[in-house]
């Protein structure tokens, strides 16, 4: 059974949307955070959130991106707390930063 505020958006709808915004998305949060798994888990996690959202999301692309830097920040945290490796870059190498 399905909450009331959540209807179902087609899913070709996401999956264009990650097409169109994943590589660069991961990228990103890789810049950000230095951490292939973290970035990885994190863009994972904001398409998940955002199938079981469905038609909530107005902005798909601008509440992924949103999303999954909260999620990549929320885990560095988590990381920080707990004795993790947290090295993160302070700003992309300009040979990663012109490939977006």
Do not use: C, N
């Not at 899913?11 to 264009?16: H, Q, S």
């Not at 909530?56 to 990381?79: C, K, N, Q």
Request: glycine share 6%; no cysteine; charged share 30%.
């Amino acid at each position: 059974m399905m909450d009331d505020h959540t209807r179902t958006r087609p899913k070709g709808v996401v999956e264009r949307v990650f097409v169109d915004v994943a590589p660069r998305l991961w990228r990103s949060v890789l810049a950000y955070t230095g951490d292939r798994e973290v970035a990885s888990d994190a863009v994972a996690e904001a398409f998940a959130q955002v199938l079981r959202r469905g038609d909530a999301v107005e902005d798909i692309r601008a509440w992924v991106w949103t999303a999954a830097f909260r999620i990549a920040a929320g885990e560095l945290r988590s990381r920080s707390r707990f004795g993790g490796p947290v090295d993160r870059p302070q700003e992309a190498p300009m040979s990663m930063a012109s490939s977006f």
